[in-house]
């Protein structure tokens, strides 16, 4: 690799290497000659130019792939604006020749697309300088768009015309428009983002499609966004986005040159409303459909709200806090359309994308006083919709007949403005204090209104707010409960009180493990004192039965979270209460079936399911109370509930469908106890508890085709990128999580399961949101089947396994599918349980079944299905434990590849060697690693499949992994087949590259501190990685980027003397920037690895950066560097990121550099912090006074 360190290509070198390095030699030189010749004296360059350029054009011709391609056109473009221009107009001639020529031939591609990629570089650096000849370039280029293939770099390309000639090349804008207009839809998604890109720097000049076609534009990628991925959606909406903010303030450039009509922002708000309204496109459709309500496509509107957000970041805080009311009241009317809430789950899902849209402009654009005021503005929607209800209310009292339908469209808004308020609120912080002083403002007294309001949801939500409020200002917390305890006492004669009411207090109680002064001792004993008068007066009055029986339940499972030293009191008052609820014995049981109608029975259910619900908060949270002889008093209530169990379904045959709710509630809340219970205590259930939890998950008595949401988190972290679950790490987790295959993925809310109000939030989640009870059923079915199944007999198993077998065959079609996903994730929640608890799967016949059931899905079609079967047999390897089971597993898999042809099996075998290796370890496999290793390296270079080479490739990076130094002599063969893969696959196979990624960090592990060594093997394993890290840091994707990143950052560790820092900090300082929260984590975590180290050298790096913004600013990189250094810009996006771990790992950098730095700029920290400490009007200022109150602690140290 050295001898590519020189000026002129080294021939003589190049002709003496094998035919397969010469693309890494020359892809090596050009990287060495884009930072030489740079820094290079501008007399040797003009000396060396004309060979240079004769070696430059002549690679054009070698069919170079993609990376390569990329890196020829810049050093081509930087040599002609450092030397001279003599002979620019020739290789431009040449390029236009190349790209003209009509050989349609695979094989000639890549050299056309390296043409391509020069013209592109050369107006992209030189721009009007190139001016008379640009109309023929534009022309050569739409005319190549006409070929199918290279589409996007073509389009790419294209892009960098039009940035480097900026407004002169007004004459082609319209050709350009036209061409690119009909591929926005194309088949190819990577098409579609290039297409958006191209657009996106033809709206800076072409005034046009933002005035006369705006209109279209829009519909253009309503459409574009049907069908879309990702990388679509982001690439669209930004284009959308872009186009609506500069029609409504368009550059004052522009304006000047032409008399355009600038659009209000009705028109532009209107437009973007169709999109989040739209029904599926398709010409006939659209008119008709439009009229009947046709159902919304959901990745339209998902695309169209991360549009409103680019809108109105591009249009500024400023704008914001004018137009906020205007704002405000146009995305809670989007909630509110019919459109938006034909189905419940649709409603749900348009009030995620409208809560999205606020928290992502409200929460990080306006500064503390502009979101104190938007915290007004909310609170005075809030009464005016509360005006509203409380007349239609009123009226239908009046006349006596139900004015709910005006009061349920309400709900959705109200949702949306309470939870936005609550997040506000909590993230004000201390600074909140106004807001509830203020008289004026009222924030109490008008989310306390909506306690009353006639719909559970809204109730819900206020009682979620008021929770927020009390975290954020823990002063209120008792204040509160007292003030809702006493209306509760005073308005019990009303369902909507006793509901809301209770509702707030058990959402307080709930919030009180986050104030860290808690609250009096004997709020415990008021609590319960109300609970019991609720529950006892419940049969009282028939109007209030439900409500008041609930609320009882509810108050009683909030005060559980109050833990061990307040409940222990009132431990023996609980276990009557709990005993009461249910029939003593068998006699009792079936009197009772003999008696009520269909109404006391809905009660009863609630009653039971209620009872049960507290019963596991007081599992879950007093688990030092838990003695043998409670858990023996608890059983009694249990075992009853069970028996029960058994006794609903002719209750239902009699009472009607309308209990089916409430008895699958019943069952949802034993399934939670139980699961939390240890299995000894009812083991003598297991045949009837395992009865009813194989009927649910297989959809025995449910016609409906639900399915469980557990698969993919009981799949190991690491195939995220076959399941496509990295999804769920980027910032449009909340909105993206709707459009997952599973059922009803992504509709969490807080009316599915009213106890959520006072339980933790789970990790990641800003406001709990429990899915559906059809599928929380399901889940817990799944997680106690899990927890049953090892000490469950082996007879048992045998029957069990069967059984699914047999439930598989019997479904077709799409229910089959939900049968099997269900089924799957329940034997890979047993194998998990097995493995966690040491067991074993059992004899030959129970493995035999269990491997049928398994081998059988490796070939199904649905990707997540044959990754989850992987997953399984790794874990059944595991758990047998036995060498010949595992050689035979893998023989088998072998022989399917050796002879399979088609895409499914040869995906779903290959996965199953690397988890067969991912769970046995390097030892327990190492017979097979030969075998395995060279088969998956010839499937990983099977060009014509990317599928099966993403699967083979993770598959490697598995095996690599677990290997550890088993696999050092295959680190050769698998570093060269990465690279050569680096430089040949096209970047639109983007899963390709992850994994090439993944198998490149894995490989610098297992060679490990070798890499420090000088001898020549390992020098060549060293730079092989590091034009790998460099291939990848190129990328266009993020998540590629960020492999690249955390490769860099492993062989900075091993080898921390070949890391440049000099150009990794400036990269890693762009990164933080990026609109990608993987980039950002892997920039943050490398960061933080660097500062523990070498802080004062990563500081500089970032200084230097600041001092050279003047020039970059010219090459569009904007990084938000100022003279307060890299910790300014820490400490700035403390501001406003909300990912945990990110934010862990900043505090962490923040805390490694001060330690090593403050002590000489001890001026300059303790500034900083004060700045940080006193900016509260600044834009998007709201301190982060936790994070400062950590910072000044470790500084005390």
Not at 296 to 303: D, L, M
Not at 327 to 335: G, I, R
Request: proline residues 4%.
């Amino acid at each position: 690799m050295e001898l590519a360190h020189s000026l002129l290509l080294n021939e003589e070198a190049l002709a003496q290497i094998t035919e397969a390095k010469r693309p890494v030699f020359i892809f090596e030189w050009l990287r060495f000659l884009d930072k030489v010749i740079v820094a290079a004296n501008k007399v040797d360059v003009k000396e060396k130019q004309k060979k240079l350029v004769e070696q430059l054009t002549g690679l054009i011709s070698t069919a170079p792939g993609p990376p390569t391609r990329k890196l020829l056109a810049k050093n081509l473009a930087t040599l002609y604006s450092i030397g001279d221009t003599f002979t620019v107009f020739q290789t431009l001639d040449k390029c236009n020749e190349l790209i003209k020529s009509k050989d349609d031939t695979p094989a000639y591609l890549p050299t056309k697309l390296a043409a391509v990629a020069c013209v592109g570089a050369f107006y992209e650096k030189m721009g009007r300088m190139l001016g008379s000849s640009f109309p023929e370039t534009v022309n050569n280029l739409l005319k190549a768009l006409k070929n199918a293939e290279g589409r996007s770099e073509i389009l790419l390309s294209l892009q960098k015309v039009l940035n480097g000639l900026g407004g002169a090349a007004a004459s082609c804008h319209r050709d350009i428009y036209k061409n690119a207009r009909s591929l926005l839809t194309d088949r190819s998604m990577a098409v579609r983002c290039a297409v958006a890109k191209c657009l996106l720097e033809l709206q800076n000049e072409a005034v046009f499609m933002w005035t006369t076609e705006l209109e279209n534009v829009s519909t253009l990628c309503f459409r574009a966004l049907e069908a879309s991925n990702y990388g679509v959606r982001v690439s669209v909406s930004k284009l959308l986005g872009t186009v609506m903010a500069t029609a409504l303030m368009p550059k004052q450039a522009a304006v000047m040159r032409q008399n355009v009509k600038r659009a209000s922002l009705e028109e532009v708000l209107e437009l973007l409303a169709t999109g989040f309204l739209r029904g599926g496109s398709g010409f006939l459709k659209s008119g008709g459909e439009m009229l009947k309500g046709g159902s919304i496509n959901r990745e339209v509107r998902v695309g169209v709200t991360q549009a409103y957000v680019i809108f109105v970041t591009k249009l500024g805080g400023q704008w914001l806090e004018r137009n906020f009311a205007t704002f405000l009241s146009h995305v809670l009317e989007l909630v509110s359309h019919p459109r938006a809430t034909q189905s419940h789950v649709d409603a749900v899902y348009s009030r995620r994308c409208v809560s999205f849209i606020l928290r992502a402009t409200v929460g990080s654009l306006l500064g503390e006083k502009a979101q104190i005021a938007a915290a007004k503005e909310i609170c005075q929607a809030i009464a005016k919709q509360m005006r509203a209800v409380e007349a239609v209310v009123n009226e239908a009292n009046n006349e006596n007949k139900p004015g709910n339908s005006d009061a349920s469209a309400t709900q959705h808004m109200m949702v949306c403005a309470l939870q936005e308020l609550g997040s506000l609120v909590q993230s004000l912080n201390a600074t909140a204090s106004p807001l509830i002083q203020e008289p004026s403002v009222g924030l109490l007294e008008t989310v306390t209104s909506v306690l009353l309001h006639p719909s559970m949801a809204a109730r819900l939500a206020a009682a979620w707010c008021l929770r927020c409020v009390a975290m954020a200002l823990p002063f209120q917390l008792t204040p509160l409960l007292d003030r809702y305890a006493e209306r509760l006492n005073t308005l019990k004669t009303s369902p909507e009180a006793v509901s809301g009411y209770s509702f707030a207090m058990a959402a307080l109680l709930g919030g009180v493990h986050e104030c860290p002064l808690g609250i009096p001792h004997a709020k415990g004993k008021m609590v319960v004192s109300i609970a019991e008068d609720l529950l006892r007066t419940a049969a009282q009055n028939s109007r209030l039965s439900l409500q008041r029986t609930q609320a009882g339940w509810l108050l009683l499972g909030a005060l559980m979270t109050l833990g061990p030293s307040v409940v222990r009191y009132h431990l023996p008052k609980m276990l009557l209460l709990w005993r009461n609820v249910f029939p003593r014995s068998l006699k009792e049981l079936e009197a009772e079936k003999a008696r009520g109608d269909s109404f006391t029975w809905q009660v009863t259910l609630e009653g039971r399911a209620g009872a049960l619900c507290a019963m596991r908060s007081f599992v879950a949270h007093c688990p030092e109370l838990l003695t043998e002889d409670v858990i023996r008093k608890l059983m009694t209530p249990i075992e009853c509930a069970m028996t029960m169990m058994s006794h609903i379904p002719s209750v239902i045959k009699s009472h009607g469908a309308l209990l089916k709710a409430s008895a699958a509630m019943v069952r949802l809340r034993l399934y939670d106890i139980l699961a939390l219970l240890p299995p000894k205590t009812y083991e003598g259930f297991f045949n009837a508890l395992l009865r009813e939890l194989v009927a649910e998950f297989t959809l025995t008595d449910n016609s409906g085709n639900t399915t469980t949401s557990l698969l993919r988190s009981l799949c190991h972290y690491d195939d995220s990128v076959l399941l496509g679950s990295w999804l769920q790490e980027t910032d449009h987790k909340s909105i993206e999580d709707q459009l997952q295959p599973n059922s009803a993925s992504g509709s969490g809310a807080l009316e599915h399961d009213p106890s959520s109000i006072y339980l933790r939030v789970p990790v990641g989640e800003a406001v709990p949101g429990p899915l559906p009870l059809g599928v929380s059923v399901i889940d817990a079915s799944v997680a106690l089947f899990g927890v049953v199944f090892p000490h469950v007999s082996y007879k048992h198993r045998l029957q069990m396994l069967d059984h699914f077998a047999e439930c598989i065959k019997q479904a077709k079609g799409l229910r089959q599918q939900a049968v099997q996903l269900n089924i799957f994730t329940a034997v890979l929640s047993a194998l998990k349980g097995l493995a966690e608890n040491k067991s074993t799967l059992g004899p030959e016949e129970v493995r035999k079944s269990a491997l049928a059931l398994v081998m059988g899905a490796l070939d199904n079609p649905n990707p997540i299905l044959r990754c989850a079967a992987g997953e399984a047999l790794g874990r059944m390897a595991q758990v047998v434990g036995e060498a010949a089971f595992i050689a035979r597993m893998a023989q088998y898999s072998f022989d399917k590849l050796k002879s399979a042809r088609d895409v499914v099996s040869r995906t779903g075998h290959s996965l199953a060697l690397g988890c067969l290796h991912r769970y046995v370890g390097g030892i327990g496999s190492g017979q097979h690693l030969k075998t395995s290793v060279s088969i998956l390296l010839a499937l990983a270079q099977d060009g014509t499949s990317p599928e099966v080479q993403t699967w083979a490739l993770h598959s490697l990076a598995l095996i690599v992994d677990s290997s550890g130094p088993m696999y050092r002599g295959y680190v050769e063969p698998t570093l060269s087949l990465v690279l050569t893969l680096l430089l040949t696959v096209p970047p639109s196979h983007t899963e390709v590259h992850q994994c090439l990624g993944r198998c490149l960090g894995a490989l610098i592990t297992t060679v490990g501190p070798e890499m420090q060594g000088n001898g020549p093997t390992v020098s060549t394993i060293r730079s092989s990685c590091l034009v790998g890290c460099a291939i990848m840091q190129d990328h266009s994707d993020s998540l590629v980027q960020a492999a690249a990143i955390s490769c860099l950052q492993q062989l900075h560790m091993f080898a921390p003397r070949h890391v440049n820092l000099s150009s990794l900090v400036p990269s890693l300082c762009v990164h933080l920037c990026s609109s990608h929260l993987l980039l950002r984590r892997a920039a943050v975590a490398c960061l933080r690895q660097l500062v523990q180290r070498e802080a004062a050298e990563v500081c500089e790096y970032a200084m230097i950066m600041v001092k050279n913004a003047g020039e970059k600013q010219n090459n569009g990189i904007n990084v938000n560097l100022t003279e307060t250094g890299l910790e300014g810009m820490l400490f700035g996006m403390l501001d406003r990121e909300t990912d945990r771990k990110l934010c862990s790992d900043i505090h962490d950098t923040l805390g490694h550099m001060l330690s090593s730095l403050a002590v000489e700029k001890l001026s300059h920290w303790l500034s900083l912090c004060k700045d940080v400490l006193a900016a509260s009007t600044d834009i998007s200022t709201a301190a982060p006074f936790d994070e400062m109150k950590d910072e000044e602690s470790e500084k005390k140290r």
